[in-house]
């Protein structure tokens, strides 16, 4: 199995669980469908925690691992990152290339609403994970 | 003499060679033409830069040890060649260090992108359109808020990347259309040549000839991938989606359709579909194809020709004396 789907099975693991998650528990979660060693769950974790998608907590001798942000924070984020890229604040870079360019200020201005809404929701009331 | 000749004509294609590009019409009707002569100025351009300050260099050093320069051509001359040179040192280094940076920059930016792209798309189709998009190698859907769609280029991997919103505003045809276009800039590598023309706005952002250029390659560019894209899925779904996608949200009344995309919907339509056959127009068109290919391949090589070469026997001969 490719190593990004796992990223992504292990993401959603963390996502669902609601609470930081320890090494073992992830591995027991996953190892429930297939068959996984335990450190190469550990490289996973490592991985997204070096890619700032995942906090990493130490509680005793163990580390505890959660989302550093909502899934749909985080395609909000990636959205609005995309879109950056048009309106002209970020032109210095050609990072990506868009279909079309249109009203890129007004969409990114919406995406913005989007993702400050999804933000103050979050705050607001059900907290999933530490922060 | 040489290093006059080389700032002389560094300044034309820095300045009013650009600038007359920019407003030429007849560039949309060959765009693939009209990018390899806007490159060909670019490297002009810079080799003649370096050319200006590598001849004043030897013009102050290579006569004979010391400063007899100064004795023989006088204050002016000897102020003017030392600040020619100095002058193109600070161009040059500027420019390699902002396009090393702008390099550095986008990589980051793209590979962080794809990251978050491969581990934050849908997996699940909900449609039928869905189903075929999502088996596409290479495409992703990204759930959620916004029309988003674009490619994100890279040698680790390319991606295709469409949003729910465009795929629940375009017809099955019109996202074929849209995935077209995106692969024709991925096949190409279009990113390399808007990089460069990046860089050199990055570098020079205060000379207006930067900002123009990169706009009009950019547009050159969109142009050249809506030319692949018609030839696969015609250019009425292509001219449909870019509306679609260019024209404003929610919908007050009037459509906010970008500059950019009417020039390219306008240009659908006016030429034929299937026009890469041998038709009445066909003909012309390749001639001025022809014609700028031309252009280009002397705008690279005479300078060099002309000036470089008479200079490159001088030196010679004095190193080899
Ligand atoms: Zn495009």
Not at chain 2, 222 to 247: F, H, I, T
Not at chain 2, 308 to 314: E, G, K, S
Request: hydrophobic share 50%.
């Amino acid at each position: 199995m490719a190593l990004g789907e796992l990223e992504r099975d292990v993401m959603d693991r963390l996502w669902t669980a609601g609470r930081p998650l320890t090494v073992r528990e992830v591995h027991e979660e996953l190892a429930t469908h297939r068959k996984i060693a335990y450190t190469t769950v550990m490289t996973v974790l490592d991985r997204l925690a070096k890619k700032k998608v995942v906090r990493q907590e130490r509680e005793g001798r163990a580390f505890r691992y959660s989302p550093a942000a909502t899934q749909e924070q985080m395609i909000a984020g990636l959205m609005l990152d995309a879109l950056g890229g048009v309106s002209g604040q970020d032109d210095r870079q050609a990072a990506l290339v868009h279909f079309v360019g249109g009203v890129s200020a007004a969409e990114a201005a919406a995406l913005r609403e989007a993702l400050d809404a999804v933000t103050a929701a979050e705050a607001a009331g059900d907290t999933t994970g530490p922060t | 003499m040489t290093a006059v000749w080389f700032a002389a004509l560094a300044l034309l294609l820095a300045g009013p060679v650009p600038a007359a590009l920019a407003r030429a019409r007849w560039t949309w009707q060959v765009p693939r033409a009209a990018l390899v002569l806007w490159q060909s100025v670019a490297l002009a351009a810079v080799l003649a830069t370096l050319g200006a300050g590598l001849a004043s260099l030897t013009l102050l050093f290579t006569e004979q040890p010391g400063f007899p320069f100064l004795a023989r051509h006088g204050l002016l001359q000897t102020t003017l060649n030392g600040l020619t040179s100095f002058l193109v040192a600070v161009v040059t280094v500027r420019f390699w260090a902002v396009a090393l940076l702008v390099g550095v920059r986008t990589r980051r930016r793209r590979n962080r992108h794809r990251e978050m792209v491969d581990l934050l798309h849908r997996r699940e189709s909900t449609g039928e359109v869905d189903r075929a998009v999502l088996g596409e190698s290479g495409v992703r859907v990204l759930a959620g808020p916004g029309r988003a769609a674009y490619c994100v280029p890279g040698v680790r991997g390319n991606r295709v990347v469409l949003s729910d919103g465009v795929l629940q505003e375009l017809t099955a045809q019109e996202v074929r259309a849209v995935l077209a276009h995106e692969r024709a800039h991925l096949r190409a590598r279009h990113d390399l040549v808007l990089e460069g023309f990046t860089a050199l706005h990055a570098a020079f952002p205060r000379l207006v000839s930067s900002r123009s250029a990169l706009d009009t390659v950019r547009l050159l560019v969109e142009m050249l991938a809506d030319d692949a894209a018609r030839r696969r899925a015609g250019s009425l779904p292509l001219a449909r989606a870019l509306v679609q996608l260019a024209s404003a949200p929610g919908g007050d009344g009037e459509m906010a359709v970008g500059a950019d995309a009417a020039t390219r919907v306008r240009r659908l339509a006016q030429r034929p579909a299937g026009e890469c056959g041998a038709g009445d127009r066909a003909l012309p068109r390749r001639g001025l194809a022809v014609t700028v290919y031309a252009v280009a391949a002397v705008v690279l090589l005479a300078p060099t020709a002309a000036i470089a070469l008479p200079w490159l026997l001088t030196s010679w001969d004095f190193l080899t004396r």
